[in-house]
């Protein structure tokens, strides 16, 4: 064996195992010195010495590049000998370039140098090299356009696998590093704005497609690092710079599924940025939905879910962010709706909801972050209401009411009763539901919280407003609480829906009722979608106790204002929603007696809960019986102690409702010379004129109880 070749053995089991990476350097650069002389070389001499230097050492450099890209391929905790591992390959590599006679199979060698680079998050030496491959296999910048080959016999098929794969590493290093600099950003720009595109002649359709999907995707997160940095760089380039690289998703072709992910990356994150609440913010935010939104000018019918997806999620993130984004993208989406308007009328209803939420959730915010006195909070809500831009723009939605399904029960806000529309118009209106109650929640949640809140709350049962703005408000939430209930039947998947809607129906079901409740308007049917809230599958303990709270502090404001009527109406809704609450608890206890886990409902929790309501229903009767007859309310006693008996049979401990039954013995003897036909159903059948005793009571009672729990087991079983 000889020397050259053992010396090439120990060298390469250096490579592949040693620790001292200083040692690879420096045997490789003493080992292949002979070829650096190549550059004092006359270039008469040079071509015969380098061929003779080539037949000696490229073998070996090409294994040589093999093991140090194996071995650098593979990451690890970064060491200070991992810097003399790369300048052994870089060597190896200039080496080659010296000898060969092939650059652009050289400069793939190198590529792979780019590719170790990148493993190890040396983005910086990554894209500095890559231009380096550039300008070796086609000349510096300025000259890149006209030293592409034309004609593929050329050599251009085999040139740009090199440019493509070299575009790839430039656009990754820089959208992988967080130390680029405005100059990096703008190259990268420039190189996919001008230069790529003579080259993508050589490239078939999928080739194309996957190599722009990735220097898309990379530019991208170009934007998106820009957006996270802000502070680096100035608003103006910022605004650019992005807008610039969303317009390039939808410039070039590829599935507009990849320009709408992108948008809706750029918005979470103008969300999420710390200068969330500056105006450059903002109106990045307005641009981005301006450019989506152009998109439908060409395809007025293409992907509108996919904008309707975009605006949604803008929308209820403008929600939160306060009263400058509300503002901002409310006045966007109703230039967007007026461009769309005559092409997409359903559309445009639902972008105008969204942006008459945005109103309403600008001056909810204003109202909250400045802490108004009562009567500037009056004389807010009188300016929202009076307010001829927001409230003609509601005002006529209610034209289109109609193209959207609803309740099959249900009448539309002009009064007559609307009917399911059938075939083609069916299958058109459920495509459109989803979105629309959408919009419909981003209006009704601040109005409702606007109504619902302590100070609103008096504003609207004491003071006089105009009474049409009202009517529209009330009108909103009924159409709001059909359009869901219609959803929820044709929708076999329940869970799609979320509960979020549900949530926003407690609080439209509150408002709605303190509207009714004002105006004497709709109250039937405002109370039917109430008791339905009440009585609804899903509805939860913390809910009923919270729609208990807010109808016992409306009832409590309207019978000190001496309204007594209107607040029996809202202890009626209390006493129902607090049995049902202990029905509900009851019911969970039941399923839970097995599972000790923590977490389990405490059986002393629902016999508080009991003797709460026990001491509240008395109150609750005792304003009821001076506007409702017996029979009502004995129907309401039989709900509190058909409910009550059910819990009682498993909380032995359970306080009996001796104040209901005195309350309801009270009634009875207010109520005794009365005629007999004035006695509710259920007492007649139970008593004999005034043989109704309390034992004929508690006897009927045990006979729905049984009924009760025979349900109720066999539900469970």
């Avoid at 003579?198 to 990735?214: E, G």
């Avoid at 049979?649 to 005794?672: A, E, N, S």
């Avoid at 109704?692 to 079983?717: D, R």
Wanted: glycine fraction near 4%.
């Amino acid at each position: 064996m000889d020397s050259d070749t053992v010396t090439e053995v120990r060298i390469l089991s250096l490579i592949e195992s040693s620790s001292d990476a200083g040692e690879v350097l420096s045997s490789l650069s003493a080992y292949l010195r002979p070829i650096s002389g190549l550059l004092t070389y006359r270039e008469e001499h040079k071509t015969l010495a380098a061929r003779s230097l080539a037949k000696r050492f490229v073998p070996f450099l090409i294994k040589t590049v093999s093991f140090l890209h194996k071995r650098l391929s593979v990451t690890g905790p970064a060491n200070e000998s991992l810097g003399d591992l790369f300048r052994a390959y870089d060597y190896c590599l200039e080496c080659c370039e010296l000898l060969s006679h092939d650059p652009h199979a050289v400069q793939l060698h190198r590529i792979g140098l780019i590719q170790c680079y990148q493993a190890w998050g040396w983005f910086t030496h990554a894209y500095n090299d890559a231009f380096r491959v550039l300008e070796q296999v086609i000349g510096p910048k300025t000259r890149w356009v006209q030293f592409l080959p034309n004609p593929p016999e050329f050599g251009g098929d085999k040139l740009a696998k090199v440019v493509f794969m070299v575009v790839e590493s430039i656009f990754r290093s820089v959208a992988m590093s967080r130390d680029m600099e405005r100059r990096h950003y703008t190259r990268v720009f420039e190189i996919l704005d001008r230069e790529i595109k003579p080259w993508l002649r050589y490239l078939d359709a999928n080739a194309q497609d996957k190599f722009l999907t990735q220097v898309l995707s990379d530019m991208g997160k170009c934007a998106l690092s820009i957006i996270r940095e802000a502070e680096r760089f100035n608003d103006i380039y910022v605004h650019s710079f992005c807008i610039s690289a969303l317009k390039k998703y939808s410039v070039f072709p590829l599935p507009k599924c990849h320009f709408y992910k992108f948008s809706l990356q750029v918005l979470s994150l103008l969300f999420l940025s710390k200068e969330t609440k500056t105006l450059p913010t903002v109106k990045i935010g307005m641009s981005v939905l301006r450019t989506v939104a152009s998109q439908f000018q060409v395809e007025p019918k293409a992907n509108w879910l996919e904008l309707l997806d975009v605006v949604s999620s803008c929308v209820h993130k403008s929600q939160l962010a306060g009263d400058l984004w509300c503002a901002g993208v409310s006045k966007q989406l109703n230039e967007i709706a007026a461009v769309i308007s005559v092409a997409m009328p359903q559309e445009n209803v639902i972008l105008r909801l969204y942006s008459a939420g945005l109103s309403v959730s600008a001056f909810d915010v204003k109202l909250r972050e400045n802490g108004e006195e009562p009567m500037e909070i009056s004389s807010g809500l009188r300016a929202l209401l009076g307010n001829d831009d927001i409230w003609k723009s509601v005002g006529s939605l209610f034209r289109m009411i109609d193209h959207y399904p609803g309740d099959d029960n249900t009448t539309s806000s002009n009064g007559k009763k609307k009917t399911n529309v059938r075939g083609k118009q069916q299958k058109c209106t459920m495509e459109y539901t989803l979105p629309y109650l959408d919009a419909l929640k981003s209006l009704c949640q601040p109005l409702a919280s606007l109504i619902n809140s302590e100070n609103m709350k008096k504003m609207v049962l004491e003071i006089e407003f105009a009474s049409g703005q009202l009517s529209v408000i009330q009108d909103l939430f009924l159409q709001f609480s059909n359009c869901l209930r219609f959803l929820k039947r044709r929708t076999l998947d329940k869970e799609c829906l979320g509960t979020d809607f549900d949530k926003t129906l407690l609080n439209v079901a509150i408002a709605a009722f303190i509207i009714s409740t004002r105006s004497q308007r709709k109250v039937e049917v405002t109370n039917r979608l109430v008791e339905d809230v009440i009585a609804s599958p899903g509805i939860s303990p913390p809910e009923l106790k919270y729609l208990l709270a807010s109808f016992h502090d409306i009832g409590l404001e309207l019978y000190n204002i001496n309204h007594l009527k209107e607040a029996s109406t809202a202890f009626k809704l209390c006493i129902k929603t607090v049995w049902t609450c202990v029905r509900l608890l009851f019911h969970i206890y039941v399923n839970e007696s097995d599972d000790l886990s923590e977490g389990s409902l405490p059986g002393e929790a629902v016999i508080d809960f009991v003797s709460d309501a026990c001491s509240k229903s008395e109150f609750y009767l005792d304003v009821l019986q001076q506007q409702h007859g017996t029979g009502e309310i004995e129907n309401l006693l039989v709900f509190v102690l058909e409910n009550w008996s059910a819990a009682e049979d498993i909380f032995k401990k359970l306080p009996d409702p001796t104040p209901i039954i005195k309350q309801w013995v009270k009634i009875q003897h207010r109520h005794k010379f009365h005629k007999r036909e004035r006695v509710g159903t259920f007492m007649a059948d139970t008593c004999d004129g005034d043989a109704c005793t309390m034992q004929f009571l508690i006897t009927a009672i045990k006979k729905k109880k049984q009924k009760t729990c025979s349900k109720i087991y066999t539900h469970e079983a």
